[in-house]
């Protein structure tokens, strides 16, 4: 248990639904991050919350729509989403995106599957 | 960019056997993670280096850090099969938090 919850776990969406994945974070930090690992490629950053304050969108499509109301919790919208974007979808959590001595905890993911 | 390479990507071990993961990275970076991932798990940290030579030990892992050569290797003594996992290494950008990861090592240890 690395003090990061991420709800679902398992998400079965079809092309034209509407689903929300979440994240929440106990460990008082302040930075929060979601990351793609699909088969085929690295663990990829989509977006990163610093403060509440979006400061990375590494080009991900509009269909993936990140929402962090507070500073525990993250949110990832998803919509009309592609087969393509099935993977397993981590949250991270880290003290500060701009300290440099810290690392970051994940989540356990959820296997999401776009069918 | 910042990218970052792993090798090998697969390792098949005996157990009691040595061996050395690699992982090189592109740009300037004084600071590296080691993380480990059980299959259907999320990522359990291992090792922060965050300094040109340094070193740290756990258990039968432990790992290394040389900046000027871009290089870090984790390196496992006498494996045994509870090590069996995916080991990923990741490199910070220099003035944030921003890691890239290595494409992953997934490690077998056979009896």
């Known amino acids: 248990e690395t003090g990061v919850t991420q709800t679902p776990r398992h998400l079965v969406m079809g092309m034209t639904n509407k689903k929300s994945l979440k994240c929440e974070q106990h460990?008082?930090?302040?930075?929060m991050y979601w990351y793609k690992q699909s088969a085929k490629k690295p663990l990829e950053l989509m977006f990163v919350y610093n403060f509440k304050e979006q400061t990375e969108n590494n080009s991900v499509p509009s269909r993936f729509s990140p929402e962090c109301p507070n500073s525990s919790h993250l949110f990832l919208h998803l919509h009309t989403l592609q087969p393509e974007d099935s993977a397993l979808y981590l949250c991270a959590s880290s003290l500060n995106y701009r300290a440099t001595n810290t690392e970051a905890f994940f989540g356990q993911g959820t296997r999401l599957t776009v069918v | 960019e910042l990218k970052v390479e792993q090798n090998p990507l697969f390792l098949s071990m005996q157990e009691g056997k040595n061996y050395t993961i690699y992982c090189n990275y592109s740009?300037?970076?004084?600071?590296l993670y080691w993380y480990r991932q059980d299959p259907g798990k999320s990522l359990e940290s291992l090792f922060v280096l965050l300094s040109n030579g340094a070193v740290k030990q756990e258990g039968r892992l432990m790992a290394s850090l040389d900046t000027k050569a871009r290089l870090s290797t984790l390196h496992i003594t006498a494996a045994v099969h509870d090590l069996s996992a995916t080991y990923f290494c990741a490199v910070a950008y220099y003035n944030n938090n921003d890691m890239r990861f290595g494409a992953g090592t997934r490690l077998t240890v056979k009896p």
């Open positions: 460990l008082g930090h302040n930075a």
């Open positions: 740009t300037t970076s004084d600071r």
